[in-house]
Structure formats: C-alpha cells, structure tokens
C-alpha cells in the first residue's frame, strides 16, 4: 500500500515538474493567417491533447520546424474544425489548456467550421476546470471590454457559452459564467433566446425548473432593468407555456416587471395562458398583473377575447369572475364578448354568455361596424353559434336589426350564400354593393384575433373560402326565424329558363316510367316452382321451410299489377300535363311542373313498390327471403321519400330541407361534446 502511494505521488512530482518545465519555455511567436488552407490534424496530437498528454504534446511541437509549427498550431484541425486548444478543452485537459493558451493566446479566440471557441465546447461538455482556466488566461491579456467580447462571442446558432451550458443543463458551469458576466443572461441567440429563457424551457422536472432558474435570479443585480434589458422571447411566456408554477411564483417575487414583458405578436402572459387554456396560470396572472387583462396585442385584442378565440369557457369564467361588469372588454373594433365568440363560432362560449343573466346587455350590442353578435355569426357562417342565438328571446326581440351597411343578420346571411354559391360552383363572382367579394374570403379583412379557429363550427378554417355547407344552414335557420314575411306563392315561381329545365327533364324521366311500367303488365312475374310440385313437396318436417302459397302469390301478382297501374297512369299524366305547359303562361306553368313532379314522385314510388312485390313473388319458395324483400323495401321507401323532397318542392324553397339536416347535427354535436367532457 505505502509502494502504491509513494509511486503515484512520484509520478505526480514528475508531471508537476515536466509542466513548470513547459511553462517556462518559450516558442516562436506565430502570426496565423485565416486565408491558409486548412489540413486534417495528425491523430496522435489529437490524442495529446485529448488526454491532456501535455508533456507528448509539446515534444512534438518543440521537434517542428517553426513553419511547421505554425501550420500544427493555426492550420491543421480535426474534421469539426478543431485546433488543439478545441479538443483539449472539449474533453477538459486542464494543463495542456493551460500550456496551450500561455504559448498561443491567439488560439483563445480561434473559431471551429460551426463558429465555436473552445469556451464554447468546454461549456457544452460541462468541464468547469477548464472553463476557470480559460477564464483566468483570458482576464490576464487585453482590456476589460476585450474579456467581455470574449465572453459574449456567439456561434453559428448565436449561442454564447451559457447559452451551450443551460442547454446542457451544467448547472456549475452556468453559475460560473454568469458570475463573471451578469450580462450573458440577457442575451439572444438566433431564435431569439436568451439563456434566462432557455433555463424555463430546457427544464425536464420540477427540480431542474427551480435550480437553473434560481441561479439566473440570484445573479440578477437589483438594480437592473430586466425588462428592457432582456433580449429576445419572454421567459414568462416560456413558464406559462410549460406550465412552470414555481417558476412563475419566482418571477411574481422577484421580478415582477417582468411579468408586463410581451412577445412577437404583442401579447402578455396573460394572452399566453389564455391562448393556452389554463386556468390555474390564468387565476395567478389576473392576480398578481391585473393591467394585463386589458392590454392589446398586436391584433387588438384582450386576454379573454383570445380565450374566447380558443374556445375556453374555464378561462372566460375566470376573467367574468373577477371583474363587476364583463361588458368593458372590448377589443379595438368595440366587439364585446359575444361579438367574439359568434365571430368565430365558440357556440359552448355563446351558450354559457347567454345563459348568464349579467351579461344580458351584451346580446344586442353593435360593434364599430354596426354588427350584433347576429351578424357576425351570419356573416362567417357559424351554423351552430346562429342557432344558438336565435333562441334567444333577447336576440329575438331586435332580430332585424340593421348594420352599418344597412343589412339585417338575413341579409348578410343570404348575401354569403349568393357569393359562396357561385365559388363553389366555379362561376364568376358577382361584383356590385350586394355582392361584394370582401365577404367570402376571410383573409381580406383583419380577423383580430378571432376569426377562423378550428372547432365543431369551422368545417375548413383558416385563411380560406367559407364552408358551403355551413353558409347554406346559417341562411336556413335565420330564413324561419329572421327570413322577410312574405306569400307562400312566391315559393314556387320560378324563372322562364328553369321552367324549360324542369319540362325537359321531367319529361324525359316521366316517360321512361310510363315504358318500364307498360313492360312490366306484359311481363308478370311468377314463382320460379313449376304448378302443382309445392304441394307434392310439403311434409309435416319441411312445412317452415316452404315459401307463400299459390293463393298468397296470386293476391301478390295482383298487388304488384296495382301499383304498376298507378304508376304507369302517373307518369302518363305528368307527361300530358307538361306536355300542355309550353302552351300557357309562367305562372301557370310553374304550378303545372309542380303538380307534374308530384306525379313523377307517386309514380317513382309506386313502380319501387311494385319491383318489391315482383322479387317477392320471383323468390317466394323462401320465406325468409320474403321478409326480408320486403322489410328492406320499406328501408328504401322511407330513404327515397327522403332524397325525392327536391323534386317536389321548388327550388326557392329548398332551404328548407337544410333545417331537419341541421337539427340532427346540432343534436350529434351536441352528444359528442358531453361523451367528450
């Protein structure tokens, strides 16, 4: 053991001595020139310095030539980049570090192909040692300025040394840095980072959220304005975000000016968590930086109106709760909080705005532009949120209010559906005051931070054409709430060049019935048994196996020959009838393809009827097939009365058929959103 001890303090005495020996040598001064091609670095030089074999080292620069010397020192690197001082401080050789930066200072500054100094790696890799050694070397030459700039030299990712440490998450090394140099905490890096704001986001675990951080605030002077200081993004923004509570009870302490910091888009913290949905961060925020909640951002708009953007009924809460009247948040274009909500289709925020009896002055309210909620729901095609309002007996009592351009929530509703029609469509959209283009796309016009979110109320969303679908029922529900009072008459009139569509081409299916149905008479069907073998068949075992019988087939072929018969005598008077509607004037006409599409319905219907009794009697033998031949024929039967409405009622009318279909979807979406919550 004592031979143990005496051998290695040996060779530390030997190590200490061959270094004073390095020390007090001397190399020719060397004057490195960046225009020189760079040359691949001899391996076993990288393998000196890497496992700081100083002593190897330096025999071999002291062997050189010194034109060799230079180029070994200024010109050969590794495949990174790295001169000898990079590798020795990467993987933290303290003495050929040393060695190296008293012989070659001009290597302390040397860059790597990434803009890398040695500080850099040596902060990267976590080597504290060799980051005091390169520290103190670099306080020892040049002027204070000159220390700092090389403190503060940055990469090609505009990362400084902290800024490589906290991504690292070396929390000494970063302690160290900082002590040197306070103002490396305000620095930004290309994606406008500093280090204070990557110590938010680079914390994985409550307890590295508090010792990054808390060593940044503990190096913060007092007196320093961090708020103006700070470059790049809000730390604030980045704790909210991540949902650092401990973080943010530090800030709130410590540097509560902090707190009032913005982002890109001009929003505070407070927008931030509202963007977000979070409640808790929301609550802590109102308390402890109430101006926030009326500040702007950029788009013009407060906190509770970007929660509104998002859909959040918590966070709304949370703003209406601590405020006496709710009615004061107004964003830049005087929108209340319905005006935002129906903007942008938050239907569940509607609901609970509309269920609050406080807030009952806002229903009705006009914005800068003259618009109710009403109208903006109409306006964007917001189906659901429209409907939402309609209901309302509020809503309903000034539901034909008129805006700044002098249109009632239906008039704009079937201003969009003229326009979004023809886009859809593909034909040209008509210009003029009542169909202006600015209305279809929502990218013309400042959205103010509400417009286009994506919800169970924005089909598309976004920047793009509004939703066909969602315009046509917006138009449906207000046509039975807010539509013009007006005789049922002018519902079927139609124009001269639908009227000659509509002839031809229930002409032409009319016709096609009446052929068919004649066939079919000429044509009866008949069970596929040959007479007499049924019963010849029939054993007391197979009795349920056995299909109708004859008598039940004969009463079959007579139901199928009547419901042939009305639909061959159907489709023939509706071609009489439009055969005779060329021949008198377009009112009468209009009702004539009515009464004709009647009859082409009934005789669809009947002719579907009788083919259900045709492959009845065909298959017969089988009782089963029976049942189901004609529990499926009744299916279909419901589904073509369905589909066949259209043809039936004008298409003036048709808005109607959108109401049920509007229902059922207000009904799914509704069910989706409790199995949801």
Known sequence: MELSINISGQASNQRD???????????????????????????????????????????????????????IIYTQVSPSGNSLLH?????????????????????????????????????????????????????????????????????????????????????EVARFLVSESSELLYTENNERKSPLYLAVENSIDKRSDEKMFTIFMDAIPVDVDLLNKLEGKSPVHAAVQGRKRTILEQVANKKPDLL???????????????????????????DKYRDGAIQQNDEGNMPIHVAIKKGDVDVVDAYISRWTDPAEFLNSQRQNILHVAAESGRHLVVKYILGNKSLEALINEQDLDGNTPLHLASKNGRSIA???????????????????????????????????????????????????????????????GVGNPVGPDVRKGGKENLDYYGVMMTLSILHFWAGPKSSKVEYFRMKK?????????????????????????????????????RASNITPNNIQNQGISEINEGILRNVYIYFDMLALNASVMASIILCWAHLYDVILAAQAIWVASILTGVAIYMMCIAFVFAVAIDGGKSFAFFVVTIASGGVLFLFQTVVSIPLIIPPSASRYIYLPIFYLYFLFDWLYFKSKN
């Open 260 to 286: 009032r910091r913005k982002d890109e888009k001009g929003g505070n913290p407070l927008h931030c968590a509202a963007s977000m949905g979070y409640v808790w961060e929301t609550r802590f925020l109102f």
């Open 87 to 171: 590798v020795s401080a990467r993987h933290g050789s303290n003495d050929a570090t040393e060695l190296l930066l008293q012989h070659f200072p001009l290597l302390m500054t040397r860059k790597n192909f990434h803009k890398d100094t040695a500080l850099h790696l040596a902060a990267g890799a976590g080597q504290l040692g060799t980051i005091t050694v390169l520290i103190n070397q670099a306080n020892g030459h040049g002027e204070a300025s000159d220390f700092s700039s090389f403190l503060e030299m940055k990469n090609d990712r505009g990362n400084t040394a902290l800024h490589d440490a906290v991504i690292n998450r070396h929390y």
């Open 386 to 448: 429209t409907f939402t309002l309609v209901r309302n007996p509020i809503v309903m009592k000034r539901i034909r209010i008129a805006n700044g351009e002098n249109l009632t929530p239906y008039d704009v509703a079937e201003k969009q559906s003229k326009i979004v029609g023809a886009e859809y469509s593909g034909e040209p959209i008509p210009n003029g005051k009542d169909n202006d283009a600015e209305m279809l796309q929502t990218e013309d016009k400042p959205d103010h």
């Open 497 to 533: 060049e639908e009227i000659k569509d509509r002839i031809n081409s229930l002409l032409v299916v009319a016709v096609l019935i009446a052929s068919v149905t004649f066939s079919g008479v000429l044509q009866l069907p008949k069970s596929t048994d040959q007479p007499g073998s």
């Open 17 to 71: 001595k061959n270094f004073r020996k390095w020390k007090s040598q001397s190399f020719p001064s060397q004057i490195p020139r960046d225009d020189d091609p760079k040359k691949m670095m001899d391996k076993e030089l990288y393998k000196y310095a890497a496992e700081d074999k100083f002593d190897e080292l330096f025999r071999e620069l002291r062997r050189v030539s010194s034109a060799e010397l230079s180029s």
